[in-house]
């Protein structure tokens, strides 16, 4: 998440993990499939069904700011939803990347680029996960909303100085998806030297 999440107060239990944050990311897992279906309805040359395709991701985009609101605000953070809230942001802009670059509207290296970044964060995630959960940063957060930006204005049928301004947005995302991803690799190998460092100091106590 964006910000420091509330931990729960001394003697009161956690959160559940069915809420209502965790509810609305699987439903922004949900609209994937949608997006894809209307996406490539026509072969992509429907600019209504762009304009669709444009309105079911901008509503999957804009949950993952009121999922991560509600969490926070409403202490329903969840080491579930601090996992399924990163996964759920790769499958839409995974989807939405592969779909453009299929479709011909966009480079494979920009998709390659930053599937690759985020694949390889989820794997690390993973890796870490037993020594503690890698949550979101701002600078994560921003490389996604830089994302949502250039990957809308890719699906909408635009033309002319706009396509213009939405390579700006999306090669600013592949610089912040960088950038980012070689921060995460920091914070994973720091977790695990720190875990290593306390097991090893436990040992010789």
Same mark, same amino acid.
């Given at each position: 998440?964006?910000?420091p999440e509330p931990r729960a107060a001394a003697g009161h239990a956690?959160?559940?993990?069915?809420?209502?944050?965790?509810?609305?990311?699987?439903?922004?897992?949900?609209?994937?499939? #949608?997006?894809?279906? +209307?996406?490539?309805?026509?072969? *992509?040359?429907?600019?209504? $069904?762009?304009?669709?395709?444009?309105? #079911?991701?901008?509503?999957?985009?804009?949950?993952? /700011?009121?999922?991560?609101?509600?969490?926070?605000?409403?202490?329903?953070?969840?080491? @579930? *939803?601090?996992?399924?809230?990163?996964? %759920?942001?790769?499958?839409?802009?995974?989807?939405?990347?592969?779909?453009?670059?299929?479709?011909?509207?966009? %480079?494979?290296?920009?998709?390659?680029?930053?599937?690759?970044?985020?694949?390889?964060?989820?794997?690390?995630? @993973?890796?870490?996960?037993?020594? *503690?959960?890698?949550?979101?940063?701002?600078? =994560?957060?921003?490389?996604?909303?830089? /994302?949502?930006?250039?990957? =809308?204005? @890719?699906?909408?049928?635009?033309?002319?100085?706009?396509?213009?301004?939405? $390579?700006? @947005?999306?090669?600013?995302?592949?610089?912040?998806? #960088?950038?980012?991803?070689?921060?995460?690799?920091? /914070?994973?190998?720091?977790?695990?030297?720190?875990?290593?460092?306390? %097991?090893?100091? +436990?040992?010789?106590?």
């Open positions: 998440m964006s910000e956690a959160p559940p993990v069915v809420n209502l944050a965790n509810a609305l990311t699987m439903f922004r897992i949900v609209l994937v499939p #949608v997006f894809v279906v +209307a996406l490539f309805i026509d072969d *992509g040359r429907s600019d209504l $069904w762009r304009v669709i395709a444009f309105v #079911v991701f901008a509503v999957a985009a804009i949950t993952d /700011q009121i999922d991560g609101r509600i969490a926070r605000g409403w202490n329903l953070v969840t080491d @579930f *939803g601090k996992m399924a809230d990163p996964i %759920a942001d790769k499958a839409l802009i995974g989807a939405a990347l592969l779909g453009l670059s299929i479709l011909g509207d966009l %480079a494979w290296w920009v998709t390659v680029v930053i599937l690759v970044r985020e694949i390889g964060v989820t794997l690390l995630r @993973f890796w870490v996960i037993r020594h *503690g959960v890698i949550p979101a940063s701002r600078g =994560g957060k921003l490389k996604t909303l830089l /994302q949502c930006i250039g990957i =809308g204005m @890719f699906v909408l049928p635009l033309n002319g100085v706009l396509h213009v301004v939405g $390579w700006v @947005f999306m090669i600013a995302a592949v610089i912040a998806t #960088v950038l980012t991803g070689l921060d995460y690799i920091w /914070q994973a190998m720091s977790l695990r030297r720190t875990a290593h460092a306390a %097991a090893t100091d +436990a040992k010789f106590r």
